[in-house]
């Protein structure tokens, strides 16, 4: 089965950003972790501070792929195009954010993503991409 990661802007980040909202683990030492707990995946991982690059790879992968688990970032909120191109796409999505996006700013609240997604899963830390990954086995 071939999963594949997406983060968006900011999430290489993590491990210095915030630390209070997203922790102190880096992603990619997490992803060594993923890796070790879901040994018979294919799993890969991309990440991008810009929009047009993370439409490109959807796309790009988006049709052949068993499951995408996407953290969008801020484009979560502000990307009609990311959400079209979810929408597009026949491989399944799940759009995953570390914090609970719905206790932090209003803005927040809103997804361009989430009507095209199977599912979404918030709040839960790094441990929100072992539970996507959970949902596609």
Not at 47 to 76: C, M, P, R, V, W
Not at 82 to 92: E, Q
């Amino acid at each position: 089965m071939k999963i594949t990661i997406i983060n968006g802007p900011n999430l290489n980040l993590l491990g210095k950003r915030e630390p209070e909202v997203y922790g102190n683990e880096t992603f990619e030492n997490y992803f060594e972790s993923l890796k070790s707990d879901f040994p018979n995946l294919e799993l890969s991982y991309f990440q991008s501070n810009i929009e047009g690059e993370i439409i490109n790879k959807l796309q790009e992968i988006g049709f052949h792929n068993d499951g995408i688990i996407l953290n969008a970032g801020a484009y979560t909120h502000t990307s009609i195009g990311i959400g079209d191109t979810v929408k597009a796409i026949t491989s399944p999505v799940v759009e995953v954010h570390i914090s609970n996006t719905y206790s932090r700013e209003e803005f927040r609240h809103k997804s361009y993503i989430a009507s095209h997604a199977r599912g979404i899963i918030i709040g839960f830390g790094l441990k929100s991409y072992a539970l996507a990954i959970q949902y596609f086995l």
